[in-house]
């Protein structure tokens, strides 16, 4: 079992959960962190710390020194991929295996590897010596954070294709995987492309209906036009390709639910869990 994990992009939705799995499986934890880091305080605490920056591949060298895995998130919004080439080396110069969260859209064929983005890290890890694991989740369930704002103020939630209809995954059970991948004896995970997802298939329409259930509210869903809500992805930091492709794929989604996997259960021995249960977990956010 390996003694010794990295996990970047640590302070995001999924490596905190990552962080504390690996804490109670024994492992030592690393955490790879910006310089002032907003989200510092979701670290827990016994994790080590390591400040470095994926665009800058030198500033990794302490935090791989003596690692034995790394569980890889890149966060494509804020960071160029034009260093991923070296970080791989990097990686694979100092370690044995790697997880790498990838994307659904890898696995149903509609990411291509020249777009730079998931596909293309895959091919990186594909070309090494590591034990590598790919994590080809749906959307996280935390992405109904993004409604938050709304239902505080009104309880009328405006976004595109109320009717797509999702298999979201709760971040923990990706990050628990993860971490049954990286820490597990033998190689029955290495050349696994997992297609990582949620128990139930529900629109988006339907996961706000369940957050007014949960907080005792009645909310309303507004769809908004295709252009309207591009304009506003773009606008607000999305890069147009990546707001095309998720209008487009949300558009798909009302036509033909979004395929579905019992592999959180079967990797870790329990069920996945629901939307209903994640928005249980945040229901202060929406109040």
């Given at each position: 079992?390996p003694?010794t994990?990295?996990?970047t992009?640590?302070?995001g939705n ?11 499986a024994?492992v030592?934890a690393?955490a ?7 989200n510092?305080?979701?670290?827990p605490?016994?994790?080590?710390l390591?400040?470095?920056?994926l665009?800058d591949?030198?500033s990794l ?8 895995a790394?569980f890889?998130m890149?966060p494509?919004?804020?960071t160029s991929?034009?260093?991923a080439p ?10 044995r295996?790697?997880?790498l969260?990838s994307s659904?859209?890898?696995h149903?064929?509609?990411?291509r590897v020249?777009?730079?983005?998931h596909a293309?890290?895959?091919e990186l890890l594909?070309?090494?010596a590591?034990?590598?694991t790919?994590?080809?989740?749906t ?8 409604f ?5 103020n009104?309880?009328?939630v405006h ?6 209809t999702?298999t979201s995954?709760?971040e923990?059970?990706?990050?628990a ?10 190689t029955?995970?290495a050349?696994?492309k997992?297609?990582v997802t949620g128990?139930?298939?529900?629109s988006?329409?339907e996961?706000?209906r369940?957050?007014?259930e ?7 869903w507004?769809?908004i036009?295709?252009?309207a809500?591009r304009?506003?992805?773009v606008?607000?930091g999305?890069?147009?390709s ?8 949300f ?16 990797v870790t021995?329990r069920p996945?869990?629901?939307f209903?249960?994640?928005a249980?977990?945040h ?5």
């Amino acid at each position: 079992m390996p003694q010794t994990v990295l996990v970047t992009a640590a302070t995001g939705n999924v490596g905190p959960h990552a962080l504390a799995q690996l804490l109670e499986a024994g492992v030592t934890a690393r955490a790879l962190v910006l310089k002032d880091d907003p989200n510092i305080g979701r670290v827990p605490e016994g994790v080590e710390l390591f400040e470095g920056d994926l665009e800058d591949p030198d500033s990794l060298d302490a935090a791989l020194e003596g690692v034995d895995a790394v569980f890889l998130m890149w966060p494509f919004f804020t960071t160029s991929v034009e260093t991923a080439p070296a970080v791989v080396r990097k990686i694979e110069a100092a370690a044995r295996r790697v997880v790498l969260v990838s994307s659904v859209g890898v696995h149903i064929g509609l990411e291509r590897v020249d777009n730079n983005c998931h596909a293309y890290l895959e091919e990186l890890l594909e070309d090494t010596a590591l034990e590598w694991t790919f994590l080809r989740t749906t959307g996280f369930q935390a992405n109904a954070l993004g409604f938050a704002g709304q239902i505080r103020n009104g309880g009328t939630v405006h976004f595109p294709y109320g009717a797509a209809t999702r298999t979201s995954v709760h971040e923990a059970d990706v990050a628990a995987v993860a971490v049954a991948s990286l820490t597990e004896r033998g190689t029955a995970h290495a050349g696994q492309k997992y297609l990582v997802t949620g128990p139930l298939a529900e629109s988006q329409e339907e996961q706000v209906r369940i957050i007014g259930e949960v907080i005792g509210r009645e909310l309303e869903w507004r769809d908004i036009e295709h252009q309207a809500a591009r304009d506003a992805m773009v606008g607000a930091g999305w890069p147009p390709s990546y707001a095309d492709g998720a209008l487009d794929y949300f558009r798909m989604l009302t036509t033909e639910a979004e395929v579905g996997s019992t592999v959180v259960e079967e990797v870790t021995g329990r069920p996945a869990r629901t939307f209903r249960e994640w928005a249980l977990e945040h229901t202060a956010v929406f109040r």
